[in-house]
């Protein structure tokens, strides 16, 4: 998972470190969740019963900023094929920034910034660029917020001046479960050059997973004697589980490389779409 892109699109690339930045904590009993708004406005920690869930900076090396914490993907997901797609009969080309190919949009590498805090919630906002990195604009939004042992994360985008295809989307980085509940209905199929998701859908294989899958129910984390149950009404879903230490599960709007697979949502200018993620402790 890497990101150079390149001297007209930032700085700061997903191959890159990316310090946690100053922390922002919201509490309620006994879940906190630290909120990094400087490191791709991502959720930094998260603790509940004073267990840590998500892989944090520095563990097991992972200082770069695609590979902790759990973090925002907007306004594309996962990876655009060769960083080219066609929209509204005009072809478009995002810096390739992971083996060729444009990966995970640009919201989890920018700064957001606050527009609203609480003891148990934060909002924050982030102008998309209209630049090389994306050529649309737009606004993306978030807002985190905690009840009881209840997390509920919201993701928007709202197009401004330009219409604009989105698909959104989290890559949390949870450590590694002792086991995974997860029955989808169906998984998409990959290429076998690139490995990135294609059509048709197919059976679903065992794992491990590096893969996109059609799942409309319940994902449930055991570990260390906890339960953690994950909905949301994404019906696509990335589960990549091959490392030994972590294990992210990444309800989304559309699939991978959904512009070349036409299945990205379209906003007209002033039309927002959004998207929900909840996490639950029993």
Known sequence: MANDTGATAGAIGAASPMAPGALLTIADGDLSVDIAPEAGGRIA???CDGNEQLLGHGEHGATAAIAWGSYPMVPWVGRIRRGRFGFEGRGYTLPADFEGHAIHGVGYLLPWQVTEQ?????????ALPNDARWPFGGVAGQRIEID????????????VEHAMPVAMGWHPWFRKPDRLEFAPDAMYSRDADDGITALPLQAVRPG????CFVNRREVVLHRDGQ???????CSDWVVYDVPGFA???EPQTAPPDAFNLGLGLTLQPGETASARYVLAWD
């Open 227 to 233: 339960r953690l149950r994950l909905t949301s009404a």
């Open 148 to 159: 009881g042992r209840q997390l509920t994360m919201t993701l928007s985008t709202t197009a």
């Open 247 to 249: 294990t992210c599960v």
């Open 118 to 126: 609480s003891p148990r919630h934060v909002v924050l906002e982030l």
């Open 45 to 47: 920690q998260i603790r």
């Open 208 to 211: 491990p997973w590096d893969d």
